[in-house]
């Protein structure tokens, strides 16, 4: 089994700053893609960002030169750096990873439970 965790999400004021980590532990053999979503009250879950095992980035229109994606490989952990937030960016936010378990498994996706961010003044 594999677990995802996130952490630091909370209340900000338009413009602030915050940092999001999912740390993904358990049964991992490699971690392709990892990626962040958000769903706000009455919406659909969105795609934010999403970063490749080498690297390669992609972005969500609404959150381009605002948010930052980054992993760290050896620490199995993604990173989301949010800045500039506006009040629509509020929503819960979730990472998920595409995970293969043992050599020769499949891959599955798992999700984390999510984290609160609130841009409010």
């Known amino acids: 089994q594999v677990q995802l965790v996130e952490s630091g999400g909370g209340l900000v004021q338009p413009g602030g700053s915050l940092r999001l980590s999912c740390a993904a532990s358990g049964s991992i053999f490699e971690i392709y893609a990892m990626s962040w979503y958000r769903q706000a009250p009455g919406k659909q879950r969105e795609l934010v960002a999403t970063i490749t095992s080498g690297g390669s980035t992609n972005y969500a229109d609404s959150v381009k030169d605002r948010f930052t994606i980054s992993r760290d490989n050896a620490k199995n952990t993604v990173y989301l750096q949010l800045n500039s937030l506006k009040p629509e960016d509020t929503a819960v936010y979730y990472c998920?990873?595409?995970?293969?378990?043992?050599?020769?498994?499949?891959?599955?996706?798992?999700w984390g439970q999510g984290t609160q961010v609130t841009v409010s003044s």
């Open positions: 998920n990873a595409i995970v293969k378990t043992t050599r020769w498994g499949i891959s599955r996706i798992y």
